[in-house]
């Protein structure tokens, strides 16, 4: 096979080499969006940005663009843009506004590499146009799903195997595990903190960050025992990430802002962390029947009757031993969020929620990945 054309992270083309997707070439604008401005003033800048970005686009009069809210997260907001071209079709796209020093917890240059060859491997949505404070995507026809939906055995199967094509892709760039870096660069960064609220001042005062430093080191050496596959993985497979479209049965994941290389078990534990949804009902976690089915569709999409037994409990005690380190993760991410971001949530409390359910799980989990170790031979300290 010849080379590819390949579009690193200023949207110029290189050359790929085999055996390597060719990622897609995007627009860019300098132009910036106020994510504070109300929908009636923030639409003349969205009509402009998409504008400056697609030039056939940039004689169209204004009134043949309208622009409405799909949603509005705890990090972003999306917005559709609908336009009727001269032909008279009518053409959407999705504008992704990042939230309000996103930046300090995001890596966006990494987010950048990875969607181009995700959306080239045929997940999430195409990238468009990359802007100041944002990008535009192709816009998907789907539903976005509820924490319910997990607990239906037809889709929890769909994106287990979803999920095992996700891991295959081979992105550019680094190929090591983020997960303790961005682990440890949370922590520096939380435990540092200072707030001019004196009421959430008082209550971060009362965290002991000795206390968690000392158990991301504990999580840290037995995880690293189990020997886990290093994937390019999602990080943040919440409902609210997977969308579908009910009349083709297709799924969809969306936002890699998170996406890195990482540990297998890290990707589906966080992923079953999120059957609890934001209000952290963790009576929803999936039980081990449900889990079961989940690995027997990721491990072999095409016969998941055919998984053995130890292929199961392998996965299974991976996967609820980096369901700690998702804890540790997102709760370190909520404290830096207090601080850091404009929007209404109760960050401070989800953190609380988050470490005390990593607390309340955390003896069951590490007897039982310490008795695994000890039966497989793999109880030893990594080099």
Same mark, same amino acid.
């Given at each position: 096979?010849?080379?590819?054309?390949?579009?690193?992270?200023?949207?110029?083309?290189?050359?790929?080499?085999?055996?390597?997707?060719?990622?897609?070439?995007?627009?860019?604008?300098?132009?910036?969006?106020?994510?504070?401005?109300?929908?009636?003033?923030?639409?003349?800048?969205?009509?402009?940005?998409?504008?400056?970005?697609?030039?056939?686009?940039?004689?169209?009069?204004?009134?043949?663009?309208?622009?409405?809210?799909?949603?509005?997260?705890?990090?972003?907001?999306?917005?559709?843009?609908?336009?009727?071209?001269?032909?008279?079709?009518?053409?959407?796209?999705?504008?992704?506004?990042?939230?309000?020093?996103?930046?300090?917890?995001?890596?966006?240059?990494?987010?950048?590499?990875?969607?181009?060859?995700?959306?080239?491997?045929?997940?999430?949505?195409?990238?468009?146009?990359?802007?100041?404070?944002?990008?535009?995507?192709?816009?998907?026809?789907?539903?976005?799903?509820?924490?319910?939906?997990?607990?239906?055995?037809?889709?929890?199967?769909?994106?287990?195997?979803?999920?095992?094509?996700?891991?295959?892709?081979?992105?550019?760039?680094?190929?090591?595990?983020?997960?303790?870096?961005?682990?440890?660069?949370?922590?520096?960064?939380?435990?540092?903190?200072?707030?001019?609220?004196?009421?959430?001042?008082?209550?971060?005062?009362?965290?002991?960050?000795?206390?968690?430093?000392?158990?991301?080191?504990?999580?840290?050496?037995?995880?690293?025992?189990?020997?886990?596959?290093?994937?390019?993985?999602?990080?943040?497979?919440?409902?609210?990430?997977?969308?579908?479209?009910?009349?083709?049965? +297709?799924?969809?994941? #969306?936002? @890699?802002? *998170?996406?890195? %290389?990482?540990?297998?078990? !890290?990707?589906?534990?966080?992923?079953?962390?999120?059957?609890?949804?934001?209000?952290?009902?963790?009576?929803?976690?999936?039980?081990?029947?449900?889990?079961?089915?989940?690995?027997?569709?990721?491990?072999?999409?095409?016969?998941?009757?055919?998984?053995?037994?130890?292929?199961?409990?392998?996965?299974?005690?991976?996967?609820?031993?980096?369901?700690?380190?998702?804890?540790?993760?997102?709760?370190?991410?909520?404290?830096?969020?207090? +601080?850091?971001?404009? #929007?209404? @949530?109760? *960050?401070?409390? %989800?953190?609380?929620?988050? !470490?005390?359910?990593?607390?309340?799980?955390?003896?069951?989990?590490?007897?039982?990945?310490?008795?695994?170790?000890?039966?497989?031979?793999?109880?030893?300290?990594?080099?």
């Amino acid at each position: 096979m010849g080379a590819k054309k390949i579009c690193n992270g200023s949207g110029d083309v290189e050359e790929a080499g085999d055996g390597e997707l060719a990622a897609e070439t995007y627009h860019t604008s300098s132009i910036s969006v106020d994510l504070s401005l109300p929908l009636p003033a923030m639409t003349p800048r969205i009509i402009e940005l998409c504008k400056d970005l697609f030039k056939e686009w940039s004689r169209l009069d204004d009134s043949r663009f309208s622009v409405q809210t799909v949603s509005g997260g705890i990090t972003n907001l999306l917005l559709k843009v609908t336009v009727k071209e001269e032909s008279g079709s009518d053409v959407s796209v999705t504008v992704r506004l990042y939230g309000p020093n996103t930046d300090y917890v995001i890596n966006r240059d990494r987010e950048l590499l990875a969607i181009k060859y995700l959306s080239a491997a045929g997940f999430g949505a195409k990238l468009l146009g990359v802007f100041s404070n944002g990008m535009v995507q192709s816009f998907i026809n789907a539903r976005t799903l509820e924490p319910a939906d997990f607990k239906n055995e037809k889709i929890a199967g769909e994106i287990a195997k979803q999920l095992n094509k996700f891991h295959q892709v081979n992105v550019r760039g680094p190929k090591e595990p983020q997960l303790w870096n961005d682990i440890f660069k949370f922590y520096e960064k939380a435990s540092a903190l200072q707030f001019d609220d004196t009421g959430k001042q008082s209550i971060y005062d009362t965290i002991s960050f000795k206390e968690i430093h000392n158990e991301i080191l504990e999580i840290k050496e037995l995880t690293g025992l189990l020997n886990a596959p290093e994937v390019f993985a999602h990080n943040d497979l919440l409902s609210g990430n997977i969308m579908l479209n009910e009349t083709e049965g +297709r799924l969809y994941f #969306i936002d @890699f802002e *998170y996406g890195s %290389y990482n540990y297998r078990g !890290y990707d589906i534990g966080n992923h079953f962390n999120e059957y609890a949804g934001y209000n952290c009902d963790y009576s929803q976690y999936p039980s081990k029947m449900e889990q079961y089915h989940f690995f027997r569709h990721y491990l072999q999409p095409e016969k998941p009757d055919e998984v053995s037994e130890k292929d199961l409990e392998t996965l299974y005690v991976e996967s609820n031993t980096f369901m700690l380190a998702s804890h540790l993760y997102w709760a370190l991410w909520a404290l830096i969020q207090a +601080r850091m971001s404009p #929007i209404t @949530f109760d *960050y401070i409390g %989800y953190f609380f929620l988050r !470490y005390g359910e990593y607390k309340k799980q955390k003896e069951n989990v590490c007897s039982l990945a310490r008795s695994f170790l000890a039966r497989s031979g793999l109880g030893s300290r990594p080099a």
